[in-house]
């Protein structure tokens, strides 16, 4: 692949639903510029950008893939992205970096929840929008329906430049609004120009007014020629209709069949002609967050930001940047600014699927990657020593789907460990917590598919095989009343005795003060140099509740008298003396289980509210407000038991048709009911009997 230079570089992000075509579309375009010989097909495993085993295993996208074409003078970076929400980091990290967004959308299905949901993220990025309606060869594929629906939810900028010759098995070809030329596919991806259908004249027309009206709305001059009915010049029409493109105020719709091959070329004719270049200045911010915008030249200095990082079983860490300012060769150094180490940059590789190009340099604009770098992650700035101004990072969702992970074997910890760290590295959506008090293990992810996958990878890369449970709750135990209990204990068995007496009065604490100890101690009835071991005793006496066996919380436990024996006592007398105070006391200070509390951040659609709040309401959440958005859509904020969250990722894409989305952190503990509390007791004596 030869240089390009900025201005003939096109970063595009193909985006869309689940099944929409994306895959296809990329293996198509790869095919029609020669960069495949043989064009793949998604349902046999066989596509260039879908070449992870999990990927030909589910027929899904997993992982981004980047995808360079080289068409009309100019090089087309292509980064294919997964449609299902799982895998929502992957779309973000890949917008991140691309200028612009072509949405894929079913001609059959039409807009769907996944075409909403990266039409919103496109629109909070601001970047220009191509939607290509697929499958027109389809059964059932309807254009007008599918550019209804389009127009409705998204706008009357919404509107095409290309019309559909036919549909289904009868589709053979694209009227192309611009040349006003009918372009009908022949043998071996030929076309023939020939004149617009009769039956497609007038709406051509139509849509063509359109397009010129909302072209010429980006310039005064053109509005006010146009308003007088003067004729727009051909150039006129393509200048104005390039800058209504990029600044959003038009969104071109084409239209074509990726399987078929058909209105494929027109497509990447027409993203070299609209799609914006990369940019001539960048946003960058220093360490303070002082925001400086930058000259984004090849002959300004090197500046990175490393998007997505991949493990490749042999090559090692493999990492994706994009470069904003400058350039870089290979077998150079850098500096990472983030971690601020400096790293060693080898051989520099463009990436088609799993397939590597080597090149000697990457300019400013353009995507490349290279392996090894010792300290760099996703959202690292990588630049040249003197530069100071980070790149923004990626803000990626939180994860809120858990299990707790459990290796088959006893012996493969380690290995689960070690593997664990690696997907760290490699997903940033991904989260792996050990929780000290239930001993688990815990991983997050996007969805159960995203941790399902992990699991298989797991498998397949490291050997070992693990179990996804459900979490345990952190419950804790505390006490409502208040009591004066002894502790003694006395052994006298041959030799030297055993001999601790403690009396101590059992209180409750405020919620969240954890544990007092107060020496109330007179006289010396207990010595001094033995009552850390009473303080030492309740310590670890409390680590195990009398309900359930949860460790006790929000308790004050005063030492107010005792006695010692001068030879028999001993620290280990007094903090066994301590500790059998400590569960006579819990019992009869009227003891109760504690549960965590979540605050919980729930944006639904306006339509879906009813049933998010009868949902909280089965929950045994309290609504604290809600606060409508500019978008039409609702946050709920609710306080939830925790015990009641899980598979709630699941059941709010339920009830939501995917479209709901929430964030929860822990807020505090709060008594159990006593009816929940009996059943988290009985569960916890059937475990232990176990």
Same mark, same amino acid.
């Given at each position: 692949?030869?240089?390009?230079?900025?201005?003939?570089?096109?970063?595009?992000?193909?985006?869309?639903?689940?099944?929409?075509?994306?895959?296809?579309?990329?293996?198509?375009?790869l095919?029609?510029?020669?960069?495949?010989?043989?064009?793949?097909?998604?349902?046999?495993g066989?596509?260039?950008?879908?070449?992870?085993? %999990?990927?030909?295993?589910?027929?899904?996208?997993?992982?981004?893939?980047?995808?360079?074409?080289?068409?009309?003078?100019?090089?087309?970076?292509?980064?294919?992205?997964?449609?299902?929400?799982?895998?929502?980091?992957?779309?973000?990290?890949?917008?991140?970096?691309?200028e612009?967004?072509?949405?894929?959308?079913?001609?059959?299905?039409?807009?769907?929840?996944?075409?909403?949901?990266?039409?919103?993220?496109?629109?909070?990025?601001?970047?220009?929008?191509?939607?290509?309606?697929?499958?027109? %060869?389809?059964?059932?594929?309807?254009?007008?329906?599918?550019?209804?629906?389009?127009?409705?939810?998204?706008?009357?900028?919404?509107?095409?430049?290309?019309?559909?010759?036919?549909?289904?098995?009868?589709?053979?070809?694209?009227?192309?609004?611009?040349?006003?030329?009918?372009?009908?596919?022949?043998?071996?991806?030929?076309?023939?120009?020939?004149?617009?259908?009769?039956?497609?004249? %007038?709406?051509?027309?139509?849509?063509?007014?359109?397009?010129?009206?909302?072209?010429?709305?980006?310039?005064?001059?053109?509005?006010?020629?146009?308003?007088?009915g003067?004729?727009?010049?051909?150039?006129?029409?393509?200048?104005?209709l390039?800058?209504?493109?990029?600044?959003?105020?038009?969104?071109?719709?084409?239209?074509?069949?990726?399987?078929?091959?058909?209105?494929?070329k027109?497509?990447?004719?027409?993203?070299v002609?609209?799609?914006?270049?990369?940019?001539?200045?960048?946003?960058?911010?220093?360490?303070?967050?002082?925001e400086?915008?930058?000259?984004?030249?090849?002959?300004?200095?090197?500046?990175?930001?490393?998007?997505?990082?991949?493990?490749?079983?042999?090559?090692?860490?493999?990492?994706?940047?994009?470069?904003?300012?400058?350039?870089?060769?290979?077998?150079?150094?850098?500096?990472?600014?983030?971690?601020?180490?400096?790293?060693?940059?080898?051989?520099?590789?463009?990436?088609?699927?799993?397939?590597?190009?080597?090149?000697?340099?990457?300019?400013?604009?353009?995507?490349?990657?290279?392996?090894?770098?010792?300290?760099?992650?996703?959202? %690292?700035?990588?630049?040249?020593?003197e530069?100071?101004?980070?790149?923004?990072?990626?803000?990626?969702?939180?994860?809120?789907?858990?299990?707790?992970?459990?290796?088959k074997?006893?012996?493969?910890?380690?290995?689960?460990?070690?593997?664990?760290?690696?997907?760290?590295?490699?997903?940033?959506?991904?989260?792996?917590?050990?929780?000290?008090?239930?001993?688990?293990?815990?991983i997050?992810?996007?969805?159960?598919?995203?941790?399902?996958?992990?699991?298989?990878?797991?498998?397949?890369?490291?050997?070992?095989?693990?179990?996804?449970?459900?979490?345990?709750?952190?419950?804790?135990?505390?006490?409502?009343?208040?009591?004066?209990?002894?502790?003694?204990?006395?052994?006298?068995?041959?030799?030297?005795?055993?001999?601790?007496?403690?009396?101590?009065?059992?209180?409750?604490?405020?919620?969240?003060?954890?544990?007092?100890?107060?020496?109330?101690?007179?006289?010396?009835a207990?010595?001094?140099?033995?009552?850390p071991?009473?303080?030492?005793g309740?310590v670890?006496?409390?680590?195990?509740?009398?309900?359930?066996?949860?460790?006790?919380?929000?308790?004050?436990?005063?030492?107010?008298?005792?006695?010692?024996?001068?030879?028999?006592?001993?620290?280990?007398?007094?903090?066994?003396?301590?500790?059998?105070?400590?569960?006579?006391?819990?019992?009869?200070?009227?003891?109760?289980?504690?549960?965590?509390?979540?605050?919980?951040?729930?944006?639904?659609?306006?339509?879906?509210?009813?049933?998010?709040?009868?949902?909280?309401?089965?929950?045994?959440?309290?609504?604290?407000?809600?606060?409508?958005?500019?978008?039409?859509?609702?946050?709920?904020?609710?306080?939830?038991?925790?015990?009641?969250?899980?598979?709630?990722?699941?059941?709010?894409?339920?009830?939501?048709?995917?479209?709901?989305?929430?964030?929860?952190?822990?807020?505090?503990?709060?008594?159990?009911?006593p009816?929940?509390?009996?059943?988290?007791?009985?569960?916890?004596?059937?475990?232990?009997?176990?």
């Amino acid at each position: 692949m030869k240089n390009y230079s900025t201005d003939k570089i096109r970063n595009i992000s193909i985006i869309g639903h689940s099944g929409s075509g994306k895959t296809a579309l990329t293996e198509s375009m790869l095919f029609a510029t020669g960069a495949v010989q043989r064009m793949g097909r998604v349902e046999d495993g066989t596509t260039t950008s879908d070449f992870d085993a %999990d990927e030909i295993l589910k027929q899904i996208s997993i992982n981004a893939s980047l995808a360079p074409i080289e068409w009309n003078q100019n090089k087309l970076n292509f980064i294919d992205t997964p449609g299902y929400f799982d895998f929502i980091g992957e779309v973000i990290s890949s917008m991140r970096v691309t200028e612009s967004a072509l949405v894929t959308m079913c001609a059959v299905s039409g807009v769907e929840v996944g075409t909403e949901k990266v039409w919103a993220l496109s629109e909070k990025s601001s970047m220009p929008k191509f939607l290509f309606i697929n499958k027109m %060869d389809r059964e059932n594929a309807n254009f007008e329906k599918a550019l209804s629906q389009a127009r409705d939810q998204f706008g009357q900028q919404v509107v095409p430049v290309q019309l559909p010759i036919g549909s289904e098995d009868n589709f053979s070809g694209v009227v192309d609004l611009l040349s006003m030329k009918a372009l009908v596919a022949k043998d071996e991806g030929t076309y023939s120009s020939e004149e617009i259908p009769a039956d497609l004249a %007038d709406q051509a027309e139509q849509y063509r007014e359109q397009i010129i009206e909302l072209a010429a709305e980006t310039d005064d001059e053109l509005t006010m020629k146009y308003l007088e009915g003067e004729e727009l010049t051909e150039d006129e029409i393509h200048a104005a209709l390039r800058k209504a493109v990029q600044s959003g105020h038009l969104i071109p719709v084409l239209c074509g069949s990726a399987t078929k091959n058909i209105g494929v070329k027109q497509l990447m004719d027409f993203l070299v002609f609209a799609a914006p270049a990369p940019a001539d200045a960048v946003k960058a911010v220093d360490k303070e967050g002082n925001e400086k915008e930058l000259p984004a030249g090849a002959d300004q200095p090197f500046r990175a930001l490393v998007f997505k990082t991949m493990a490749d079983p042999y090559v090692g860490k493999i990492s994706f940047f994009r470069v904003y300012t400058g350039k870089l060769n290979s077998d150079s150094q850098v500096v990472n600014l983030n971690k601020e180490n400096p790293e060693r940059v080898a051989q520099i590789s463009l990436f088609r699927g799993k397939n590597q190009i080597p090149v000697k340099e990457v300019v400013a604009g353009d995507i490349a990657a290279v392996a090894k770098l010792q300290d760099t992650s996703t959202g %690292d700035t990588l630049c040249v020593k003197e530069n100071e101004y980070f790149l923004p990072d990626i803000k990626f969702p939180v994860p809120m789907t858990s299990f707790a992970v459990e290796p088959k074997s006893k012996n493969d910890e380690e290995k689960v460990g070690a593997g664990l760290s690696k997907f760290l590295e490699e997903d940033p959506t991904f989260r792996v917590e050990r929780n000290p008090e239930t001993k688990q293990t815990l991983i997050y992810g996007m969805g159960d598919t995203h941790l399902e996958i992990i699991v298989s990878r797991l498998s397949k890369k490291y050997g070992v095989d693990v179990d996804l449970n459900k979490p345990k709750i952190p419950y804790k135990e505390t006490i409502r009343g208040s009591t004066k209990v002894e502790g003694k204990h006395k052994k006298q068995s041959g030799g030297r005795g055993q001999f601790g007496h403690v009396w101590i009065e059992f209180e409750p604490l405020p919620r969240g003060e954890e544990f007092e100890f107060v020496d109330k101690i007179f006289g010396g009835a207990v010595p001094r140099n033995y009552i850390p071991a009473v303080e030492k005793g309740l310590v670890e006496a409390m680590e195990e509740g009398v309900l359930a066996g949860y460790p006790a919380v929000d308790i004050r436990a005063t030492l107010y008298d005792g006695s010692y024996h001068n030879v028999d006592s001993s620290e280990m007398a007094f903090k066994i003396a301590a500790s059998l105070a400590y569960k006579k006391g819990m019992t009869e200070a009227n003891p109760v289980m504690l549960e965590p509390i979540v605050n919980v951040e729930i944006n639904v659609p306006e339509s879906f509210m009813g049933d998010i709040m009868g949902d909280l309401n089965s929950r045994r959440g309290k609504i604290m407000g809600m606060d409508p958005q500019d978008d039409g859509s609702q946050t709920v904020r609710a306080q939830v038991p925790l015990a009641e969250m899980y598979k709630y990722p699941v059941d709010l894409r339920s009830m939501t048709q995917g479209r709901g989305e929430f964030t929860m952190e822990f807020s505090h503990y709060e008594e159990v009911p006593p009816n929940i509390a009996e059943k988290v007791i009985q569960e916890s004596k059937k475990e232990n009997e176990q």
